[in-house]
């Protein structure tokens, strides 16, 4: 157990549908990231966060985006779905004065 | 980000020691190499890192070139439990929340 708390851990939706998934980062962890993995594209990091500041955005859509809440946690908001979204997400998170990032066991994301 | 190269699939008999080889011609003199690993359907989980020496911990060791251009993970005896994707990564220790970049990885295959 890495002590990183996803939900939900399977979705299925219809395109055009909007969803939220929920991450709990390891207990005291400022830093939050979301990747998203599907079959061809390998794992993709998103957006990460750091004490509720966006710090580093990498390939996420414009319907797609993320915050972090005053007590740490973050929501990935998933909009205007298409079947390519389908896909597992996963989020991590790190320590101040850790070197290890910590990922959970992911979201699965059906989109039909 | 500084690129590493790795094959994309080797196999191995349980009870063997793995080695498991990476390149990273372009290393700079700051960046930590990082290994980790993701089972099937789970999420990526962290195996070990170093900047200039060989380093062991539970899971593996990691053997370092002096030129630093490569690296090896070391599985001492691999089990049916260790079949996974690795995957070796560079991060830059002065930015100390800097993201992971996956790339392919390597696919094991462990027989039995």
């Known amino acids: 157990d890495s002590g990183v708390t996803q939900t939900p851990k399977h979705l299925i939706t219809a395109t055009g549908q909007r969803v939220t998934l929920r991450c709990s980062p390891r207990?005291?962890?400022?830093?939050v990231y979301w990747y998203q993995q599907s079959l061809d594209q390998g794992l993709q990091f998103l957006i990460q966060?750091?004490?509720?500041?966006?710090?580093a955005k990498g390939n996420i859509l414009e319907r797609f985006s993320a915050q972090q809440f005053p007590d740490l946690h973050s929501e990935l908001n998933l909009s205007s779905l298409e079947l390519g979204d389908s896909a597992l997400y996963f989020c991590?998170?790190?320590?101040?004065?850790?070197?290890?990032?910590?990922f959970g066991e992911g979201s699965w994301l059906t989109v039909v | 980000d500084a690129k590493t190269t790795q094959p994309n699939s080797m196999e191995s008999n349980e009870e063997e020691p793995v080695h498991l080889p990476c390149n990273h011609s372009?290393?700079?003199?700051?960046?930590?190499i990082h290994w980790y690993r993701q089972l099937p359907s789970q999420g990526p989980e962290y195996v070990i890192h170093?900047?200039?020496s060989n380093v062991n911990n539970r899971m593996a060791s990691l053997a370092i070139a002096e030129d630093r251009k490569s690296s090896t993970l070391i599985l001492h005896r691999a089990t049916l439990r260790d079949a996974a994707v690795y995957y070796c990564?560079?991060?830059?220790?002065?930015?100390?929340?800097?993201?992971?970049?996956f790339g392919q990885g390597t696919r094991l295959t462990i027989n039995p």
């Open positions: 991590a998170s790190k320590g101040l004065y850790r070197n290890t990032i910590y």
């Open positions: 170093g900047l200039t």
């Open positions: 990564i560079l991060r830059d220790a002065v930015q100390g929340a800097q993201k992971l970049v």
């Open positions: 207990s005291g962890d400022l830093s």
């Open positions: 966060y750091y004490n509720g500041e966006e710090r």
């Open positions: 372009t290393i700079s003199g700051t960046d930590y």
